[in-house]
């Protein structure tokens, strides 16, 4: 059941992330087809568009947090029992917990404060804007409540209990140098050979 909610509620993530970069494109490629050709644009485009790379941003880094995908180093619980990363992962998220708190604090604070301030272009009230964070805080906080009840009931595996992984390309490099590895064992080491390249023998 909780995977499932975590699954669903990534997959809503993933659309607005989606949805937010379509109009992106749309609005910055358009504004620049108008500007060159017709000599016009689109008021609103450069402000609404860095706003939603804001939004987007923050979005984003929910669907990282869910896939492990931010910058850490496993260089030390990769090597712990399975007890002794399952503690780790608990201090982990529940330190993530309280830095999402203090994020959520700071954003909104800084949403009341621009309630009544409004955006030059589009007139929209800044609160806007530093919405983002909250939404993040929020969503953020939601997900790692989620993971911390998995944790805690036992319901995830150990693979799972290291939150940093590899990149694509440290996976590859990984891969590369085992296949690589196996080549030279079926192949077996080179035979020395004196010059001239023929090897060399006992004479009679």
């Known amino acids: 059941m909780i995977d499932t909610t975590i699954a669903r ?8 992330i989606a949805a937010a970069l379509a109009v992106m494109v749309v609005l910055v490629f358009g504004n620049v087809v108008l500007r060159y050709a017709l000599n016009s644009g689109i008021a609103v ?22 896939d492990g995908a931010h910058l850490g180093t496993d260089m030390l619980v990769s090597r712990l029992s399975a007890t002794g990363k399952k503690v780790c992962l608990v201090i982990g998220q529940l ?45 953020a906080g939601l997900l790692l409540v989620l993971q911390l009840v998995r944790v805690l009931t036992g319901r995830i595996s150990e693979s799972e209990l290291v939150m940093v992984r590899e ?10 140098q085992a296949e690589l590895a196996r080549d030279d064992a079926a192949t077996g080491p080179a035979q ?13």
């Open 9 to 16: 509620f990534c997959r809503a993530i993933d659309l607005l």
């Open 95 to 139: 330190l993530m917990l309280y830095l999402t708190w203090l994020f959520l604090d700071g954003s909104w604070q800084q949403m009341r404060l621009n309630l009544d301030m409004e955006a030059p272009v589009t007139g929209t009230p800044v609160a806007v804007f530093y919405a983002s964070g909250v939404v993040f805080s929020v969503l």
């Open 192 to 204: 020395p050979h004196a010059a001239g390249g023929k090897p060399q023998g006992k004479h009679p």
């Open 167 to 176: 990149s694509e390309e440290q996976a590859e490099l990984e891969a590369l």
């Open 45 to 66: 485009s450069e402000e609404l568009s860095r706003w939603l790379f804001v939004w987007l941003c923050f979005l984003g880094a929910v669907a990282a947090l869910r």
